[in-house]
């Protein structure tokens, strides 16, 4: 892993400012958003931004290692039994975020998905670079 905290910032904000808004222009292009939200670009690029942001810091986390004041901090709901539901519990929330009240289940699945690689790469640039 990167030793330098600063460098691993930085990597990290390279890697999120080169994926995030491709991965929202592919969630476009999905089909997954009902058309109506998608003509709101600045809420969804907002909403999306902190969906993604949250994935780099997942990431961040589990590149440094996930040790008990990690899992206390942050493992408030499900425990290690929600650990088996995280994506699909994040990509239901995104999904009503970015879609409404009756978000299309095909969004919370790609959003799920989208955001575990993106947790996945987050940790493999603050690892690598």
Known sequence: MI?????R???LAEFHRRLGTRLLDDLLESGAL???RRRDRAMLRDEWECFTLYA???GLIAAGGFNRETAAA????????????VTRRLGEAAARHLAGDDPPAALADVAG?????????AAEAVRQA
């Open 3 to 7: 030793a330098d905290p600063v460098r």
């Open 9 to 11: 910032g930085q990597a």
């Open 34 to 36: 009902p058309d109506d």
């Open 56 to 58: 780099c810091v997942r």
């Open 74 to 85: 942050i493992g408030q709901e499900g425990g290690k039994a929600g650990a088996a539901t």
């Open 113 to 121: 998905s989208l955001h575990e690689a993106l947790a996945e790469g």
